[in-house]
């Protein structure tokens, strides 16, 4: 029986792939419901008239997600820590997968009147669902079973997911544009992403499907040591963790929606980039956001993970004042040096926050810290930057990301003693 508990099933190749295939599905669906609130819905699910504010009603409902995902982080968190990881995994990725889908089929402004962004919003919720109890499950799967001091490069594997699934989503719909006359694109071309989805979650539940529980959930099942309601002893017994948790990763979400949605809006509105040229140039960003992302994985292990983030908030800081000369300046240049610190502190991210709760409440306090971060760094970084720029100008989005990295490195050293 000790055997059975303590010896992994999993191979390291099938909990690693198994990992990085969720989170790249649940990101690239993310990322093309960012992309399109940036360069379809505005026009199509919002009623005519001034441009700027059909935007900023198309980044509510990009904010909505946000607001679900604590409750997804909750929700599935709850049934990832009383039942396992694996079924919670899967019903994760089917909400998430299916909102997405849906999406792809909804009837426009022109032909539902207002029930057309009410049903955008829904289908907004549904995925922040989803990707609220899909983060926190992934990175459980990886380091749960990562051998003693990999647990960093292990934690990374989902952290991939984020860079993947935007050069797929990113790739889809530059694709998209370059073969189609706006016309087209905007009669049905913007929906092909939404359905490719389908084939993508199929893969991502076949791989889930062939997984066994981690050695560290089996083992607190075998201990006895479930609580019967993980959220509240969240809230009863660990809100050091959570508090310092979720502010730890604030900078981290506000620097990556700023280099990715606000950037993409502001540049194609302001500075006059086109569509697809300014999707190339946040492809090339990405890819060094992804290569960072094992560099800092690396590091962490060797040095620490709150020591990375320590660094990656500084550089965060430092980037922040400089976000609007190196924006204006060469959009190339802003976006490789802001994705570099973007892969700086992703790397390390979900393991510094998995590491500070217990395995009976695990799933539940690192996705509720992670979410909840998305909801004050993330939800409305892009309507508060636009808001920002359009105001004071785009310098004072650049002190926005400053002041959020000063709030992250206060709760970094704040952060409790590691509980695994």
């Not at 059909?54 to 709850?78: K, M």
């Not at 959930?217 to 309601?229: G, I, L, T």
């Not at 908030?313 to 060469?330: D, H, N, R, W």
Request: charged residues 10%.
């Amino acid at each position: 029986m000790r055997d059975a508990v303590t010896t992994p099933a999993n191979s390291p190749g099938r909990v690693l792939f198994a990992s990085l295939i969720g989170t790249t599905i649940e990101f690239f669906d993310f990322y093309i419901y960012a992309t399109a609130a940036v360069l379809v819905f505005p026009k199509l699910f919002f009623p005519a008239g001034d441009s700027a504010t059909a935007t900023l009603q198309s980044f509510a409902t990009f904010a909505l997600a946000f607001v679900a995902r604590p409750i997804g982080s909750a929700l599935f968190g709850h049934f990832g820590d009383r039942i396992g990881r694996k079924a919670t995994l899967v019903a994760a990725l089917l909400t998430m997968g299916i909102s997405t889908v849906v999406i792809g089929v909804l009837p426009t402004y022109a032909q539902i009147g207002l029930v057309a962004p009410l049903l955008l919003a829904l289908c907004r919720l549904g995925q922040g669902l989803g990707l609220g109890g899909e983060w926190g499950g992934a990175v459980l799967l990886a380091i749960e079973n990562a051998p003693p001091g990999k647990r960093a490069w292990y934690g990374m594997f989902p952290q991939l997911g984020a860079p993947l699934g935007f050069l797929a989503a990113t790739s889809l719909f530059l694709w998209l544009t370059e073969k189609m006359g706006d016309a087209t694109f905007f009669a049905w071309g913007w929906r092909v992403p939404f359905l490719a989805s389908s084939v993508l979650v199929l893969i991502g539940l076949w791989m889930r499907l062939r997984l066994t529980e981690t050695p560290a959930f089996a083992r607190a099942m075998a201990q006895q040591e479930r609580v019967k309601v993980p959220m509240f002893n969240v809230f009863a017994h660990h809100p050091r963790a959570l508090i310092s948790g979720t502010f730890a990763a604030l900078a981290t979400f506000v620097i990556f929606y700023l280099m990715t949605v606000f950037a993409l809006s502001w540049a194609t509105s302001k500075l006059g980039y086109s569509r697809q040229s300014f999707l190339i140039v946040q492809m090339v960003g990405v890819l060094f956001f992804a290569l960072l992302i094992p560099f800092s994985a690396w590091l962490a292990d060797r040095r620490g993970g709150r020591f990375t983030m320590i660094l990656a908030t500084v550089l965060i800081f430092a980037f922040g004042i400089a976000y609007a000369p190196l924006f204006a300046q060469s959009g190339l240049l802003f976006m490789v040096v802001g994705m570099c610190v973007v892969g700086i502190t992703y790397g390390p991210l979900g393991t510094v926050l998995a590491q500070i709760f217990p395995t009976a409440v695990r799933y539940t306090g690192a996705s509720l810290a992670f979410n909840l971060a998305g909801i004050f760094g993330a939800s409305l970084a892009p309507y508060l930057a636009t808001w920002l720029a359009k105001t004071y100008g785009l310098a004072y989005v650049g002190y926005y990301l400053s002041a959020a990295a000063v709030l992250t490195l206060l709760a970094l050293l704040a952060k409790p003693r590691e509980a695994m």
